[in-house]
């Protein structure tokens, strides 16, 4: 499992391009309250002993108190702080639309996309019109070369292995342009598996009910989409684009392979393709992509671009060429008539997510500018929201966690002196962003056209992908973010040897400097150490400090590690949120690592600032109360049965919930809250997990 490179918090947060056109699970702004900066006392449940529910404890009376609200999925403190700066984000996009700014100029873009966005008037009056070329393009695919080329033609830079962790794309395929694992001077090109309407393989070949009912209403989503765009025979066409796609989903890579490092670093030379994936002609493919004249690439998963390939030179055209149809309305649904995107809501977020109702069309324009012309928006968003001040408070509580981390690595009997020396190389290589980035990214290659929404969003994928394709041949820029400052989220970038900490991270109730440094450590001192931790995980361990794809540990180390890794494994298996359904602790271990290790490197830093001194005691809780309070509060959240099964199914990191319950596995926890053997949560000292 890349541990390393996941987004911390994610589920729903950071969209990839790819869903540029339909963003449908993002957290929208309503009335946004600014949340506490203390401890929530008012939420804490004093009839639940901390150590029989600690979760429950800190956030009982608030999760008796909370309804989700019926656009969404879940609802806690990431959906309450991305609520409160996507309003902030709105009013500096709405002001931007307001004041008339110079043609040409960033401010204009950000103000004529937005705009153009909420034209819902223009929209509906344009009709299928902008799409025609595409639809036209389709219909006139006459034989497999020709297929070839229009399917090339969809490739975009919408998946991300390590960085933003995105391994879904709507298109057949993907690309992601990175560093060389094996060579990280370099960028190369990454190929990854798509082109499936459901989130992943598993939802089409899952024997349970749930599943068989979800794909029949997928079916009939289908066959809905093609009668919108006036198509004969829709449910006939529906019923073999479905078959087609669960097709394509016996080939894919499972989600655990395709997070798999040593898994995906397939490189393959161009003659390669030809010969391990026949069926499809890939020369016309990868020039009506850009790439004619690339010779190397990797192929993520190998297994998905054999069958897939195979399935095109299978498959009768006219399948195929519905199959592209279906997935060009889908894709740009949002910037369609209305009906198209209340339709794709309908499944998207109702059937898959259970998410009731769908956002009002202002906060879908908001996020749409903000995923479109991130790093501008942002720019205006931290000169605003995430002052000097702040950014050196964050920077110092980083290098507090540093240090502790290294006296961590310091104090491991286990670990040999080489590996020892490379940890320490690597963090002192390590390169932690605090806010945004030293250089803003220049959008004077996007062209923004006021009242052509779907143009807009066209133009800013081939820009992303354009400006992806460049990166070929070029040195690799470290310095280089991939979260936008106004991202509620953290992220590790494992071949960069660097981390994100976006401004919008660093708000309350993670992050306060009005408030004691005890709460801060306990919420974002924990996130950073998180973070941290996965450059010296073990998938951390796979990248040495250049960002080399070498395995710096010996077998011993591995094995000690391996064996604090089994009991974290048995601990998370235990936890049963369904009645059908427990927590995959196999899937989810390297991010319960980082939760686990980053607590412990929080908490000592927390102690180092305290400098020998007592820790201020604010309402009656000690510095090491306010500590793992403010921990508990920060993964404060409620979510529905359906995106509840679909995070354990799919995501990386466990339920906030049992996020909250990392405490368990340290000492302090235990005298902080006096918490007996007899109590649900308390391990014997010896299951408590130390892996660092
Ligand atoms: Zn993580």
Redesign the pocket.
Known sequence: MI??????VLRALTLGLGLLLAPLLHAEPSAAVAPSAGIDLAGIERSTAPGDDFFRYANGAWLKATEIPPDRASYGVVAITAELTSQRTAELIQEAARVGAPAGSVTRKIGDYYTSYMDEQAIEARGLRPLQPTLDRIHAVADRHGLARALGATLRADVDALNATNFYTDNLFGLWVAQDLDDPARYVPFLMQGGLDLPDRAYYLDPSPRMADIRTKCQTHIARVLELARVSDAPQRAARIFELERRIAEAHGRREDSEDVRKGDNHWTRADFDTKAPGLAWGEYLSAAGLGAQRDFVVWQPGAATGVAALVASEPLETWKDYMTFHALEHAAAVLPRAFGDEKFAFHGTVLAGIPTRRDPWKRAVDATSAALGEAVGELYAEKYFPPAAKARVEEMVRNIVVAFGRRIDGLEWMAPATRAEAKAKLAALRVGVGYPDRWRDYSGLEVVRGDAFGNAERTEAFEYRRSLAKLGRRVDRSEWVMTPQTVNAV?LPVMNAMNFPAAMLQAPYFDPARPLAMDYGAIGAVIG??I??SFDDQGALFDHTGRLHNWWRPEDKAHFDAAAAQLVKQYDAYRPLPDLALNGALTL??NI??VA?LSAAYDAYRLSLNGGPAPSVAGLSGDQQFFLSFAQSWRDKMREPALRQQILGD??APDEYRADTVRNLDAWYEAFSVKPSEALYLEPKDRVRVW
């Open positions: 541990v390393t490179a996941r987004p911390l590790n998180h973070e931790c996965h390297s991010e980082a939760d980053g990386g990191h």
